[in-house]
């Protein structure tokens, strides 16, 4: 059919891990996705619908089979503006160091916990981009922004049990909306400028207060300049905000200030 196009694919990863807090455990996963990328004879709009299902098994534990599906949709508008959107489903199993993690340190035990459940998300996003010339000599500035939320259920964190020991489990459903802005610059001499910044709102949707150990402004910046023919020289620049809510029983230890 005209202007329909099929992707589909299968794919299998196994992950074995031999420590000494872990044992030797194997993580297993098989994964079958298909997207159809349609365009409905509007000018500019593509829409893309797919999905994927997950089978995970890590070593006896019960084994979980997840059915992810996600719509989507680009129009590259007259005025050069390309508009975006999509929804889906996100799947994220347990590591075998959040499930089997097993050791005692200074007085603190962590358990494992052979129970836990994998984390499942319903994500959107909303975004633009476009590409603006600078001169005459194909030099541009590429801009890009997004809007987004997740929404996750049977969040995994580590806490404390009745007994005082620390377990990785799924603890709460949390929410994190937030906002990107993002540049890049493209130079016919090979210089650059890359930065990119984005606040969020991490938010324990069950307690109704910050989601603890996250920050809520991250941003980045890169600048590429070349040297000779064969060499460039590159710098980096993180900046991630101090988190807003720790455990103040894990802070009490020491550990985190």
Same mark, same amino acid.
């Given at each position: 059919m005209d202007g329909l196009f099929l992707t589909t694919g299968i794919n299998a990863i196994m992950n074995t891990v031999d420590a000494p807090i872990y044992g030797i455990k194997q993580q297993r996963f098989l994964s079958g996705y298909a997207q159809t990328e349609i365009k409905p004879g509007i000018e500019g709009l593509i829409m893309t619908i797919g999905g994927r299902i997950d089978h995970e098994q890590t070593d006896t534990s019960a084994s979980h089979l997840v059915v992810s599906p996600k719509v989507a949709a680009s129009w590259l508008s007259p005025f050069g503006v390309q508009f975006r959107a999509s929804l889906g489903r996100g799947f994220r199993a347990a590591t075998v160091a959040e499930r089997f993690a097993a050791l005692r340190f200074q007085g603190i035990t962590v358990k494992s916990n052979l129970e836990i459940k994998p984390e499942y998300s319903m994500s959107y996003e909303i975004g633009a981009s476009t590409i603006v010339p600078l001169n005459e000599d194909a030099d541009i500035l590429m801009m890009d922004i997004a809007?987004? *939320?997740?929404?996750?259920?049977? &969040? $995994? =964190? !580590?806490?404390?049990? %009745?007994?005082?020991? @620390?377990?990785? /489990? *799924? $603890? +709460? %459903?949390? %929410?994190? /909306?937030? @906002? =990107?802005?993002?540049?890049? +610059? /493209? #130079?016919?001499?090979? #210089?650059?400028? =890359?930065?990119? @910044?984005?606040?969020?709102? !991490?938010?324990? $949707? +069950? &307690?109704?207060? +910050? &989601?603890p150990y996250r920050s809520s402004i991250l941003w980045y910046s890169r600048v590429s300049i070349p040297l000779m023919e064969s060499f460039m020289f590159q710098t980096d620049y993180r900046y991630l905000s101090r988190v807003e809510l720790i455990d103040a029983r894990i802070a009490a230890l020491g550990f985190i200030t």
């Open positions: 809007v987004f *939320n997740n929404s996750m259920n049977d &969040l $995994v =964190e !580590p806490a404390f049990t %009745s007994t005082g020991n @620390i377990m990785f /489990q *799924n $603890v +709460t %459903s949390a %929410s994190i /909306q937030g @906002i =990107e802005f993002g540049m890049r +610059t /493209q #130079f016919s001499g090979g #210089f650059g400028i =890359e930065s990119s @910044i984005t606040y969020m709102d !991490p938010k324990d $949707v +069950t &307690l109704n207060q +910050t &989601l």
